[in-house]
Every structure is written in structure tokens, then in C-alpha cells.
């Protein structure tokens, strides 16, 4: 995914802009990234790789390599940013976060233009930040430069970028599936991706940006460059995985949207039938699927237990290393069983999501392995169906990808593919093999996923506003 963060003030900045982009690490694990202003120095960056050890540890010291009135920094995903380019329009730095679907398009498209060159990296792959530059490029003014990208590129791009007087221009993605929140402060103007980091810093959180809106941060304040477009497609999920509790994003805060998810699929399973009375413990697959589980608990009023524990202190994420393998390893060696909450329990956990379903696998295994008696299974969010077009939310590069995809074609080959909405619907035959096909694939005694009227319900903002891809198809 990714995430940024940056300010522009009268004062130096630079150890404020440390500790919000920090704030930010949950949301990516390949590099994190400084670009300051200052006015006697000019621009300047640093880049560290953070795939073994975490910002905090990579930028430590910062405050005497750089200073600066005005900073951006990002923790990304993918690749190596912010980045420094000297165009027609001025100097600046830039970090983008989403997704360029339609990366060879824009390539060829830069290229045949300009008929310059882009830097490659191995296999010929080009950094998409420097991608989304070369298109501001393209017009002679950076306002009109980064229409012009936003609008060609398929996917999502939103943006922080650097002046060389010290402002920041911010810029959402054309229909608002990433947020971009303005704080502003005594002496300074802040943005950020996530919210709290605003408040925490002691700034007050005006407002988010609408969908394609651009404005310009200077110390005392904002200005508006383009105005907001009336299409909103904020990524649904934000709530239930990705976001830090503590934030909001549209006034939605995330851990109160998971007490309500789980209080939901709660609400569904006793509707339909399902023996709450046979359970023993409630517990979320940790850490995501933790207050899902805390919401499905105090609905049910069957008590919540922690089975097991993530040990985190030295593995602070399972996804760190590069292969699946690596990453299948350390999830199981994190998982540290409390026997006396499993021996001979009939357990119920809600996990954010089933993805791949490899590491819930290990999970469902380790539990059977400490004494289980059952292991039910609810998912806080729908099948997914679809890998996401618009984000690198996960590392998912095809469909087949996905668990859910694959069940499909199990049971139905190619023509299951018309049939994904009957097969996400619990109360359809396809709907009902699909489920016990992974339950007993997966050990689990049953297995049930949250429709997607209640996450929206959940998340309490209208569906027409949320992007639901992954689940839906619907763009």
C-alpha cells in the first residue's frame, strides 16, 4: 500500500516529519523516504531500504544530516521514493502512492513523446513515481502536469510534491480511494494519509480532500487549486485491514467500524442458525482480525480469549521477508499457543480477510496441534474474488491468486467464473459448497464470510461511495 506525510512551516521541520512518516509503517515494508526544503541548501533526500529493520531505525540521527521548513517523506510499498526532478515548471520532489495499472501505455506514451528515457531497473521495470514525473512533465504547468497523469493513468495516484520555496502541493486521486487529511498547526500546515498522526501531533484535523482535489499547503494555511470531482471511491478495505484503529478516514473511525463488522457477522450467524451456545471462546486472528472478534464477542456475550499470541518483538511483520516461504515460517514461529485456552475448546475466530488462505492454514494446523476441539472460522470481510486493479494491497498478481478464485474453479472450472455473486452468497447452493469445500480443505469446522451489505453497513458510508472491487467486480 504506502503511505505519506509532510509539512511546511516557518520552523524546521524535519524531526516532526520523522515521527509522521514513522507513524505510517504499518502500511508498507520495502523503503522509507525524507525530501526537505531548506532555504539555504535547497532541496535534498534520503532513501533507506526497510525491509529488515524499520524506519525508525533507518532515519535515526536525521536531525543532523537534514534540516528544512517544509518536508514529505513516505514509507512505500514498491518503490524507492520520494524522488528529486528538475523540469520546465521548477524543482521538486514527489511520492506517489496507489497503483499504474497501465504501466507499458504510459511508458510508451512518455517516451514516444519525449523521446527521452526513463531509468530501468532489473527486467526492464521503471520506478512508478519517476513514471507519474515524466507525465507532470508533459504541460508547461505542474497543476495542469498532474491532471494530465492522474487522468491517464489507470489505477491510483496520489500525491505530495515538494517546491523549491518550501510549499507542498497535495494531490487525491482523481476518485478519493486513497484519503488525504490537512492538519494545521501554530506555525506550520500539515498532510498525511492517516489521521491520528495529525492529532497526535498537535494539530488540528480540518478536513479531508475531496476526490481529485489539489491545494496548495503553505505555513498559514491552504489554498484550493482544483476543486473536488463528485465521484468517491474510497477503498473499503481501509477498515476493515489496513487502517491504524486510532485513525478515521471520512469521519469513519477504523476500530469503531470493526466493533460494528464483527457485532454484524454476530447478528448473521444467529439468524442463521449457528449454534453460538457451542462455543467456548471468541478470539480475531491477531493482530486485524482482533477487534472484529472483540464486536463478534460482546454481540454473542461469549467470552473473548486471546489463544494465542503474536510474538512481535523481533518480527514485527509476517510479510517482511521477500518470499512466501519466509514469510510462511515466520508467521508460524510467531504464533505462541496459551494451552489452557485451547486443550479440548471449541474456538471461533474472525479474521480480517481470506486471502491466499496459506497462513490461516498454519494458523488452523498450530490450533488442532495445542488441543482444539473445533475451530470455526468467520471472515470480517466477503470472499474475494477479484485481485485489486488499483492498489498494491496485497502481492497478489492474478486472480488465481486468491483462495476464493480458486475454490471456484475446483468446483466449476471456467463457468464457475459467471457464478461469483451466487458463489459469495451464503444462501445459494453455490454459495453453501463453496463454503464447506474450504472448510474442510482448511480444517475448520465452519466457515462463513461477512456479506458485503454489511461491511458497507459497517462502515455506515453509502456503497455508491465505497470501492468494493476486490468482492464485487464493480468498478
Known amino acids: 500500500m504506502g503511505g505519506f506525510f509532510g509539512i511546511t512551516s516557518t520552523q524546521d521541520c524535519i524531526l516532526d516529519v520523522y515521527f509522521g512518516v514513522d507513524y505510517h509503517s504499518h502500511l508498507g515494508t520495502r523503503r522509507g523516504g525524507i525530501a526537505a526544503y531548506d532555504p539555504e541548501v535547497g532541496l535534498q533526500r534520503e532513501i533507506h531500504n526497510i525491509e529488515n529493520a524499520p524506519f525508525r531505525t533507518k532515519f535515526e540521527g536525521i536531525t543532523n544530516k537534514m534540516h528544512g521548513t517544509a518536508a514529505i517523506g513516505c514509507i512505500s510499498d514498491t518503490d524507492p521514493q520520494p524522488l528529486l526532478f528538475r523540469s520546465v515548471s521548477g524543482t521538486y520532489a514527489i511520492t506517489m502512492i496507489g497503483k499504474i495499472a497501465n504501466q507499458e501505455e504510459i511508458i510508451d506514451l512518455v517516451l514516444k513523446g519525449s523521446h527521452?528515457?526513463?531509468?530501468?531497473?532489473?527486467?526492464?521495470?521503471?520506478?512508478?513515481?519517476?513514471l507519474v514525473a515524466a507525465l507532470i512533465s508533459e504541460k508547461d504547468d505542474l497543476i495542469e502536469g498532474i491532471r494530465y497523469a492522474q487522468e491517464a493513468i489507470e489505477g491510483t495516484s496520489s500525491l505530495l510534491l515538494l517546491k523549491e520555496d518550501g510549499t507542498i502541493i497535495a494531490a487525491r486521486d482523481l476518485v478519493g480511494r486513497l484519503p488525504i487529511r490537512i492538519g494545521i498547526g501554530e506555525h506550520s500546515t500539515a498532510a498525511a494519509f492517516e489521521s491520528f498522526t495529525l492529532s497526535k501531533m498537535g494539530y488540528e484535523n480540518q478536513r479531508d480532500l475531496g476526490p481529485g482535489e489539489i491545494v496548495e499547503l503553505r505555513p498559514d494555511?491552504?489554498?484550493?487549486?482544483?476543486?473536488?470531482?463528485?465521484?468517491?471511491?474510497?477503498?473499503?478495505?481501509?477498515?476493515?485491514?489496513?487502517?491504524?484503529?486510532?485513525?478515521?478516514?471520512?469521519?469513519?473511525?477504523?476500530?469503531m467500524m470493526r466493533y460494528e463488522n464483527g457485532r454484524i457477522l454476530a447478528r448473521n450467524d444467529i439468524a442463521n442458525g449457528f449454534d453460538i451456545d457451542s462455543v467456548d471462546y471468541v478470539g480475531g486472528v491477531p493482530d486485524s482480525g482482533t477487534p472484529h472478534g472483540i464486536g463478534y464477542a460482546n454481540e454473542t456475550h461469549v467470552p473473548f480469549a486471546r489463544a494465542f499470541i503474536k510474538y512481535t518483538p523481533t518480527w514485527a511483520r509476517s510479510f517482511m521477508p521477500t518470499t512466501q516461504a519466509e514469510r510462511?515460517?515466520?508467521?508460524?514461529?510467531?504464533?505462541?499457543?496459551?494451552?489452557?485456552?485451547?486443550?479440548?475448546?471449541?474456538?471461533?475466530?474472525?479474521?480480517?480477510?481470506i486471502v491466499r488462505g496459506t497462513q490461516l492454514q498454519e494458523t488452523v494446523d498450530f490450533l488442532y496441534d495445542n488441543g482444539a476441539k473445533a475451530v470455526?472460522?468467520?471472515?470480517?470481510?466477503p470472499p474475494l474474488m477479484y485481485a485489486c486493479k488499483y492498489l498494491n494491497f496485497s502481492r497478489n498478481k492474478s486472480d488465481m491468486d486468491l483462495l476464493s478464485r480458486r475454490v471456484v474453479m475446483q468446483l466449476e472450472g471456467?463457468?464457475?467464473?459467471?457464478?461469483?455473486?451466487?458463489y459469495a452468497d451464503a444462501s445459494t447452493a453455490r454459495g453453501r459448497k463453496f463454503r464447506e469445500t474450504i472448510a474442510k480443505k482448511m480444517g475448520f469446522e465452519t466457515l462463513e464470510f461477512q456479506t458485503l451489505d454489511?461491511?458497507?453497513?459497517?462502515?455506515?458510508?453509502?456503497?455508491c461511495k465505497l470501492c468494493t472491487y476486490c468482492w464485487s467486480g464493480e468498478e
Not at 468517491?232 to 478515521?248: E, Q, V
Not at 470455526?376 to 470481510?381: F, P, V
Not at 471456467?414 to 455473486?421: A, F, I, P, R, T
Open 328 to 353: 510462511n515460517k515466520v508467521a508460524k514461529m510467531k504464533q505462541i499457543p496459551v494451552t489452557e485456552l485451547i486443550k479440548d475448546k471449541s474456538l471461533l475466530f474472525v479474521d480480517d480477510s
Open 376 to 381: 470455526h472460522m468467520r471472515s470480517a470481510c
Open 454 to 463: 454489511g461491511v458497507c453497513e459497517a462502515i455506515g458510508i453509502d456503497k
Open 414 to 422: 471456467e463457468q464457475g467464473l459467471e457464478h461469483l455473486d451466487e
Open 221 to 255: 494555511g491552504v489554498r484550493q487549486l482544483v476543486a473536488p470531482g463528485d465521484k468517491m471511491r474510497i477503498c473499503a478495505f481501509l477498515w476493515s485491514y489496513y487502517g491504524y484503529p486510532t485513525t478515521s478516514y471520512e469521519g469513519v473511525n477504523v476500530e
Open 116 to 130: 527521452g528515457h526513463l531509468e530501468a531497473k532489473t527486467g526492464g521495470k521503471i520506478n512508478q513515481t519517476e
